[in-house]
């Protein structure tokens, strides 16, 4: 526990100070115990299968060949090494301080690692020829150090490899073919072994060029834009001009980073990003009554005003008043209708609903209908007022009416379509098909297909 309190302290300090070396003045807890969580377990990760390469090599101890095949098969290479040391590990040893209590922390260090680990060579070295025994004549000599001649005990040899069955007939393998005239010689070098270590040529010490500081750069290439101008300069464009200037304006007179007055405003629901589209065109009720009578309405809508269709559909998403500081909005609408004529921007901004299908001269309407946005809350979906008519139907809300009033009417849709359940399979083939003669449905129970 204690050795690994210790490593856990080393390793926090050297976290904090690689976050010092990369402009990271403040940094959360958190984050710092994430990236100390990173590197121990990628640490773990190498001194585990360092020790398996040395074990699998019969050694007890760690060796810096094994350390070179780990990295090469965690990725990396000792030439990337070199080149990190010799680039960023040199800002990085700017950080690097060695004071007293570092050196006893590593002390401390060693000690712990260094503790319950079984030693193959002894620690007291014996000098054979510091101690002289006096030689007695009564003694007899001494046997002279031979070696016993024990049985020595051979290892078992590697068994051979297995031998397949060759062919009675003699293939074309055995006869040796050059490189330069086998199949293999046309191929990319991809299946040529790599080199050894020892032979690969380092690379060139030329091609790194020191990194340069912040300022002298900047000045530098202020330097350049001012004594190498455009030789042909572009000609002035009035539309980039005010795009610019309306852009400018609209960052000094709405700061997008500033916090809201309020905390209320700005919880608000998310606005649905697909919505369903509904009816768009709009019949009076006298018209229905005239088409479910059988009568020619064509005169009839030539007298009668215009009804407004439904608005058209917004390309941008709805506008909160105030929108919070992890989500900002879009400065793109504001500035469009700065600058866009009205006419560009209603036709970039705004979607039309598709206009009514024709067949010869009958115009086609499908679905039931819902009521049409200016209807009064006294009329019904048929068209028939709740109230009494005569003079108690002109006073609307304790005011008298206007003179001139829109029609009651309901809205339809211009396009087909089939009421289904979502969670419904898609059956291939069994949309229905517009018959030879729709007939209008002013039902309100199912939506279906209709003429007028």
């Known amino acids: 526990m204690a050795s690994q309190a210790a490593a856990t302290v080393m390793l926090d300090s050297v976290v904090i100070k690689i976050l010092h070396a990369h402009s990271f003045a403040r940094t959360s807890s958190q984050a710092t115990s994430i990236i100390s969580n990173l590197l121990s377990r990628y640490l773990v990760l190498v001194a585990s299968a360092c020790g398996q390469y040395a074990e ?48 006893d922390d590593l002390a401390d260090m060693r000690g712990f690692l260094t503790e319950g680990v079984a030693h193959e060579e002894d620690e007291v070295k014996r000098d054979g020829g510091a101690v002289q025994a006096e030689a007695v ?15 020595v005990k051979m290892e ?13 007939t003699a293939g074309e393998y055995i006869t040796q073919v050059p490189y330069s005239d086998s199949v293999l010689a ?12 020892h032979m690969r040529t380092p690379k060139s010490q030329s091609l790194r060029f020191p990194t340069p ?57 998310c606005p649905p990003r697909v919505v369903p589209i509904g009816p768009s065109h709009p019949i009076a009720h006298a018209t229905l009554e005239h088409i479910r009578a059988g009568k020619d309405v064509e005169k009839d809508l030539e007298k009668r005003p215009l009804l407004p269709p439904a608005p058209p559909r917004p390309v941008f998403s709805n506008d909160k008043p ?19 004529p009205g006419s560009v921007l209603s036709r970039t901004s705004r979607l039309t609903h598709p206009p009514v299908l024709q067949r010869g001269s009958q115009k086609l309407y499908f679905g039931p209908g819902v009521a049409a946005p200016w209807n009064s809350s006294l009329t019904g979906g048929s068209g028939t007022h709740g109230g009494k008519g005569g003079e108690d139907s002109r006073m609307i809300n ?12 309901q809205m339809f849709a211009t396009w087909d379509y089939e009421v289904k359940h979502f ?25 279906s297909k209709g003429a007028s």
Not at 156 to 168: D, E, K, Y
Not at 186 to 197: D, E, G, V
Not at 398 to 409: I, Q
């Open 56 to 103: 699998l090599a019969g050694r007890s101890k760690l060796s810096v060949h094994d350390l070179i095949a780990c990295l090469g098969e965690l990725g990396t290479n000792p030439d990337e090494l070199s080149e990190y040391i010799s680039t960023e590990g040199v800002e990085l040893s700017r950080y690097a301080s060695s004071s007293a209590k570092r050196l």
């Open 137 to 151: 004549d009564y003694q007899p000599q001494s046997p002279s150090p031979t070696l016993a001649l024990h049985p």
């Open 156 to 168: 078992r040899p590697p068994s051979p490899l297995p031998q397949h069955i060759a062919s009675v």
């Open 186 to 197: 046309s191929t990319p070098q991809w299946h040529l072994p790599s080199k050894p270590n």
């Open 213 to 269: 500081s912040t300022q002298p750069a900047l000045l530098a290439a202020y330097h350049h834009i001012l004594t190498h101008p455009v030789s042909q300069p572009v000609p002035p464009n009035p539309a980039k001009h005010k795009v610019a200037m309306a852009l400018i304006s609209q960052i000094q007179h709405n700061t997008r980073w500033d916090a809201p007055s309020t905390l209320y405003a700005g919880i608000v629901p």
């Open 322 to 340: 105030v929108f919070l500081a992890s989500h900002q909005s879009s400065r793109l609408p504001e500035l469009a209708r700065q600058v866009l």
């Open 398 to 409: 304790g005011r008298e009416a206007p003179s001139f009033t829109l029609p009651e009417a």
């Open 423 to 447: 969670q419904e399979p898609l059956a291939a083939g069994r949309r229905s098909k517009m018959s030879a003669t729709p007939m209008l449905s002013l039902s309100l129970g199912r939506p």
